[in-house]
């Protein structure tokens, strides 16, 4: 089969499209025809080599990327019970060993759920990653509530796009920050306020949230706590080292909550974000599409950081993804 590989840790100019051999799904596994794959900022840290103490620490371990994926069941292993060939699912898998970027895979199916009919496969393919960053960052992290100010920093990308659906899907008023270009795009997915950060430091105004879901980290903690009510919550899933140490003492000496969060993939949550899809309560942004054969353009272009959400691998097998 078709995949892209990587051998060695560097930029994207390193990942190489090539043939493989095709799996074999073992027990409890589904071979799934990969539609598409959605990169992500997380691909192109482990391409770097910055995560190469789980990944390899000297060369990588799986020379497949790409977490995200929509596709169809081609096969099934021994005890798979939950899925029959032909079914369109999609997952995440950043817990198991990646494998995105290729005509096939073979994944845990307790990585995947049923994928909601109405959607294509770009659009689904958008999904787990972010989506489930978003939720978990809101509902676990955050202890979201309805009524609540919430205010998504960097609201147009991958995560941000979907916390300010899911916000709102919590009732929350929602106020996003993002640049000039991007303003349009954050009122059509639903934000009450739009915050010009070229315009504006949200941090300075005064203005005050119950809960901030961040995505960027390009504050200080200081300036981040001073937005926040007395009471206030703030998330980051951009990672703030200062938090490793401050979070935790912030905490107890006062009301305030400031963490940081890393997202873990579960069934469970992927079938309640494929449940808002049916209900139209999110719709995901895609950005652009590209072929597998220039998935390191696509890598590129995601790691200027400024996509408007999601960009996809799209293989056009069967004439639309
Ligand atoms: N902890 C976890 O479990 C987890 C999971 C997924 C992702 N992440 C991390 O979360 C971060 C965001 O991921 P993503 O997929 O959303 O990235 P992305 O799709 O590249 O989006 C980044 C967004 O940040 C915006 N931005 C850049 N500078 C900004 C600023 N000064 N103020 C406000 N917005 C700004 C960009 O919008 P403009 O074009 O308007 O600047 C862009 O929309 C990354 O660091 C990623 O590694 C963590």
Same mark, same amino acid.
């Given at each position: ?92 898998? !950043? ?65 941000? !796009? ?8 919590? #009732? ?17 997915? #639903? ?40 009471? #206030? ?89």
């Amino acid at each position: 089969m078709k995949a892209i590989i990587y051998t060695t840790y560097g930029s994207p100019d390193v990942l190489q499209f090539t043939d493989v051999e095709k799996p074999t799904p073992k027990a409890g596994e589904v071979l799934v025809k990969i539609m598409a794959t959605a990169v992500n900022q997380a691909d192109i840290h482990v391409l770097s080599g910055m995560l190469r103490y789980s990944t390899g620490v000297f060369k990588p371990k799986q020379p497949i990327l790409g977490s995200d994926i929509a596709g169809i069941v081609e096969a099934v292993g021994e005890n798979v019970t939950q899925f029959q060939v032909g079914d369109e699912v999609f997952g995440d898998l !950043s817990g198991h060993g990646r494998g995105g970027f290729a005509e096939y895979v073979a994944a845990p199916a307790s990585a995947l759920a049923l994928k909601p009919a109405a959607l294509s496969f770009a659009q689904v393919a958008a999904v787990p990653m972010t989506a489930l960053t978003a939720l978990q960052g809101l509902r676990d992290r955050g202890n979201i509530q309805a009524g609540q100010q919430v205010l998504i920093n960097g609201a147009s990308g991958g995560v941000g !796009s979907f916390a300010v659906q899911i916000a709102k899907a919590y #009732g929350a008023e929602v106020t996003a920050v993002v640049s000039t270009g991007k303003i349009e795009l954050v009122r059509t997915i #639903g934000a009450d306020h739009i915050i010009d950060y070229t315009q504006e430091n949200f941090t300075q105004n005064g203005q005050c949230y119950d809960l901030i879901f961040d995505t960027v980290a390009n504050h200080s903690v200081s300036d981040f706590k001073r937005a926040l009510t007395p009471n #206030g919550i703030f998330v980051t899933c951009a990672f703030l080292p200062a938090l490793l140490i401050l979070g935790p003492w912030l905490s107890m000496t006062g009301n305030q909550k400031m963490k940081n969060m890393l997202a873990k993939a579960n069934q469970a949550d992927l079938i309640l974000l494929a449940d808002l899809l049916k209900a139209n309560k999110i719709i995901p942004v895609v950005d652009r599409c590209y072929p597998l054969s220039e998935t390191s353009k696509a890598l590129r272009y995601v790691k200027e950081g400024h996509a408007q959400g999601k960009v996809i691998i799209i293989w056009k097998r069967f004439g639309s993804a």
